[in-house]
């Protein structure tokens, strides 16, 4: 049995071994794509593939869509070429229950795969028709956040950006440029409305979008490539907006596990492949089944129904509520403190790590103790259900394949906003008090301790990428494993910074708890584990 076009001509074969197909004439959706296409999105990957294509495929099988989506890719063309194509652009949706069971789907709401290359002529003629087409009435995204980046953090353009703009559309290269000449297209086809909707995890996703999209339009009026109205059609949301939204899922790499389970089954070429880009991505996706995602309701060419896919569709207010409840209080702080430790105490998997007394009573007191009574209440969601799924339900799943590792990846970038919102919410509240905070502490005093590189048991460990990890190893060179804690100047430098923890920690109070925390902490081996048993 073969992931194509051939699966839909062989039901039963499927349906015996527990495999969902669609429920919808899939030649009829192509043919209607072609001709009227009302959604693309660019990045083709797992988030994508896992969850957002799977809402359209609701919304066709309720007989509430007739076209599919045409999923462009900007960056990692081999996923074009080995993942979409050879399965006609179809997915086999694994959803990993915590019982180990699974739920299988065929997934095939995506139109056609593309190339967003503007040298991919018959690719990207295949957008430019698309984007011309007053049908069209939604771009979304899941680019990561460093799709939209057009500068560096000293506010230098990247050089691909700088080339970008001084050689204008028809030689566009970066994601942000080729979307600009798209819309350029659109523009001088007409000016239709459109939505462009990022849905990537990050906050103010739609802001970043915006900023990137019209500084490039900017830029190329300056140099004369576009009409000087074009910026001005592409800053009008009455013309094309761009929506915030939060997202939440998790799609971890494929796992071996489901790999050779589809294939016991019957189902051929399942292999992941790693493409020329380094991404390592197979014909499955393997996921959780919890998912959330909350839109910004602003459309001005209209949009698919959503809300019946179970899409919340709300303000721009609701939305960045709930994307600062969850990045705040209710998952990413859990996340990272169990990243942190999980490294140092040799955790392979998230879901171990909650087997674990004192790693569970650490989410527990970020999540339900010092998050809930500052946590930010979108009303559409309860905080404390939120909490209580992630911690018993979510990471615990021992099939979400998930490690400490790759979470603790940037953490520099990250921990303002998870911490230190937190700590900044304390300071705000004369009613509460920020030296009180003992598991929020733990956390960042656990992460000092993992960029010594060395583990609990005093062995090396290697740390995750991160782009201040020079810079932060430098600053930290006088802290050593096995060393009583002499000179605390150099550690009161690093917590004083506001760039990384969001305010003065220093100043916060919080200086001679987390140096207490670090300083038991480095005493041999077996103190980490020591201290979280001391503070916990």
């Known amino acids: 049995m073969k992931l194509n076009r051939s699966c839909l001509t062989n039901r039963k074969a499927f349906e015996d071994i527990s495999v969902k197909l669609p429920e919808f004439d899939w030649e009829k959706m192509v043919q209607a794509t072609d001709q009227a296409p009302r959604w693309i999105h660019f990045g083709a990957g797992n988030i ?47 959803r990993l229950k915590p019982d180990g069971t699974m739920e299988r789907e065929v997934i095939a709401s995506v139109a056609k795969g593309v190339k967003a290359a503007v040298g991919n002529e018959p690719d990207f003629a295949y957008l430019v028709n698309a984007f011309t087409n007053p049908s069209l009435q939604m771009v979304s995204f899941t680019i990561t956040e460093k799709g939209y980046a057009l500068s560096d953090f000293r506010g230098e353009l990247f050089p691909i950006v700088k080339k970008d703009m001084e050689e204008g559309p028809q030689k566009a290269v970066h994601a942000m440029s080729v979307v600009t000449a798209l819309l350029l297209k659109r523009y001088l086809a007409g000016g239709f409305p459109l939505a462009l909707v990022s849905m990537d995890n990050c906050s103010h996703n739609g802001e970043k979008l915006k900023a990137s999209v019209v500084s490039i339009a900017e830029a190329w009026g300056k140099a004369g490539f576009v009409p000087d109205e074009f910026k001005a059609w592409v800053e009008d949301e009455s013309k094309i907006s761009f929506p915030w939204t939060m997202i939440d899922k998790i799609t971890p790499r494929p796992a071996e596990v489901v790999q050779k389970a589809l294939e016991k089954d019957g189902i051929e070429d399942m292999a992941p492949v790693i493409t020329s880009k380094n991404t390592y991505i197979a014909p499955f996706v393997n996921a959780e089944i919890p998912q959330y995602l909350v839109v910004e309701d602003r459309f001005p060419g209209g949009r698919p129904a959503l809300e019946k896919a179970g899409v919340y569709m709300t303000d721009r207010d609701t939305v960045n509520k709930t994307e600062r409840m969850k990045v705040t209080t209710c998952l990413n702080p859990l996340h990272t403190a169990l990243a942190v430790y999980g490294c140092l105490l040799g955790y392979t998997s998230i879901a171990a790590e909650m087997k674990d007394r004192e790693l569970k009573a650490l989410a527990e007191r970020i999540g339900y103790v010092e998050g809930l009574p500052v946590v930010t209440d979108p009303g559409i969601l309860s905080p404390k259900e939120f909490i209580r799924e992630v911690i018993e339900y979510r990471l615990p799943n021992p099939f979400i394949p998930d490690t400490p590792q790759r979470i603790a990846t940037d953490t520099s970038q990250k921990i303002s906003i998870r911490f230190g919102e937190t700590i900044k919410a304390y300071l705000a509240d004369e009613r509460l008090e920020a030296e009180r905070l003992t598991a929020i502490p733990l956390a960042i005093a656990g992460w000092l301790r993992y960029l010594l590189g060395v583990d609990d048991k005093g062995q090396p460990m290697e740390i995750s990428s991160d782009p201040m990890l020079p810079e932060l190893k430098e600053q930290l060179k006088e802290i050593k494993f096995g060393e009583a804690l002499s000179d605390r100047s150099a550690l009161e430098r690093v917590l004083s910074n506001p760039v990384i923890f969001g305010t003065d920690l220093v100043k916060a109070g919080l200086f001679p708890k987390i140096t207490d925390m670090l300083s038991r902490m480095l005493t041999g081996p077996g103190a980490v584990r020591r201290t979280l048993q001391a503070f916990l």
């Open 48 to 94: 994508f593939r896992g969850f957002i294509a799977q809402l359209q495929q609701q919304l066709l099988e309720k007989g509430l869509e007739e076209s599919g989506i045409i999923a462009a890719d900007t960056f990692d063309f081999d996923i074009i070429d080995k993942i979409y194509r050879p399965y006609d652009n179809m997915t086999m949706m694994v």
